[in-house]
């Protein structure tokens, strides 16, 4: 803003026409910004819903699966819920905040537990083929699957594109802004408020968008339920989030 003011101001003419033609670009500049501020913000609330979504989906797998375990034979069935509950801690260890190396061990952990569980079911699916055996491989599906859908969802971000475009719109308004401000030196503070709200409207794309960083993040609510089920029930009644 201060560049189009103090080094662009020199080719602004006094000229009624030109002020008009000036005020359209202006407000079609402004219009611009705004709609696409709206349309990655509402990319950002998307991704974000979706993740909270996929939240709830693991806690379900996960508790049918250690019902399911029940199906199995004692020794199987004793080891698989074992399992669940160390793959269940790695889950909400996930949604912490924690640094890239912390969250790449998290990874390997709970992809080393996935193999674990299904190499301890496999061979007793393989001595027992049943549709009651059917339906523990299908959950245990459902358990890693669920964890695929997750990662893919929190490596679905806001293209880099995306946010260059709307940098470079925002520089564009704003240099306009600062090319048509008459009283610019006098009311410096009062202009500022106009890049101000597009940093705190970036801010807030951004931190949406940022599922393991920043203010706004998700919370494993129905991870935490769960396990706190699984402690404190000894029973094979599990609900999960009130369902």
Same mark, same amino acid.
């Given at each position: @803003?201060?560049?189009?003011?103090?080094?662009?101001?020199?080719?602004?003419?006094?000229? =009624?026409? =030109?002020?008009?033609?000036?005020?359209?670009?202006?407000?079609?500049?402004?219009?611009?910004?705004?709609?696409?501020?709206?349309?990655?913000?509402?990319?950002?609330?998307?991704?974000?819903?979706?993740?909270?979504?996929?939240?709830?989906?693991?806690?379900?797998?996960? +508790?049918?699966?250690?019902?399911?375990?029940?199906?199995?034979?004692?020794?199987?069935? #004793?080891?698989?819920?074992?399992?669940?509950? #160390?793959?269940?801690?790695? /889950?909400?260890?996930?949604?912490?905040?924690?640094?890239?190396? =912390?969250?790449?061990?998290?990874?390997? /952990?709970?992809?080393?537990?996935? %193999?674990? @569980?299904?190499? #301890?079911?496999?061979?007793?699916?393989?001595?027992?083929?049943?549709?009651?055996?059917?339906?523990?491989?299908? +959950?245990?599906?459902?358990?890693?699957?669920?964890?695929?859908?997750?990662?893919?969802?929190?490596?679905?971000?806001?293209?880099?594109?995306?946010?260059?475009?709307?940098?470079?719109?925002?520089?564009?308004?704003?240099?306009?802004?600062?090319?048509?401000?008459?009283?610019?030196?006098?009311?410096?503070?009062?202009?500022?408020?106009?890049?101000?709200?597009?940093?705190?409207?970036?801010?807030?794309?951004?931190?949406?968008?940022?599922?393991? +960083?920043?203010?706004?993040?998700?919370?494993?609510?129905?991870?935490?339920?769960?396990?706190? %089920?699984? %402690?404190?029930?000894?029973?094979?009644?599990?609900?999960?989030?009130?369902?």
């Amino acid at each position: @803003m201060w560049f189009g003011n103090a080094v662009l101001s020199k080719y602004r003419t006094k000229d =009624t026409e =030109t002020s008009a033609d000036l005020g359209i670009i202006q407000t079609a500049t402004l219009t611009l910004l705004g709609l696409i501020i709206g349309f990655t913000f509402s990319m950002a609330i998307a991704r974000y819903d979706l993740r909270q979504t996929y939240e709830e989906a693991e806690a379900n797998a996960i +508790g049918t699966e250690y019902l399911r375990a029940d199906l199995l034979p004692s020794k199987t069935a #004793e080891s698989i819920k074992g399992l669940l509950n #160390e793959y269940l801690d790695q /889950r909400i260890l996930f949604y912490s905040k924690q640094d890239q190396e =912390t969250a790449k061990q998290i990874t390997q /952990r709970t992809l080393a537990l996935e %193999n674990a @569980m299904w190499n #301890e079911l496999l061979p007793v699916a393989r001595s027992q083929a049943s549709p009651t055996m059917a339906l523990v491989i299908s +959950g245990l599906n459902d358990v890693i699957n669920s964890h695929g859908y997750t990662q893919a969802a929190w490596w679905n971000r806001i293209p880099t594109a995306a946010w260059w475009l709307m940098a470079a719109i925002a520089v564009g308004a704003n240099i306009l802004v600062g090319f048509g401000a008459r009283n610019f030196r006098r009311n410096v503070g009062l202009f500022m408020i106009f890049p101000m709200m597009i940093s705190v409207s970036f801010f807030l794309i951004a931190d949406i968008d940022s599922p393991r +960083g920043g203010v706004i993040r998700i919370d494993p609510r129905n991870l935490l339920d769960l396990k706190h %089920n699984m %402690n404190s029930v000894q029973s094979p009644a599990i609900s999960i989030g009130g369902k």
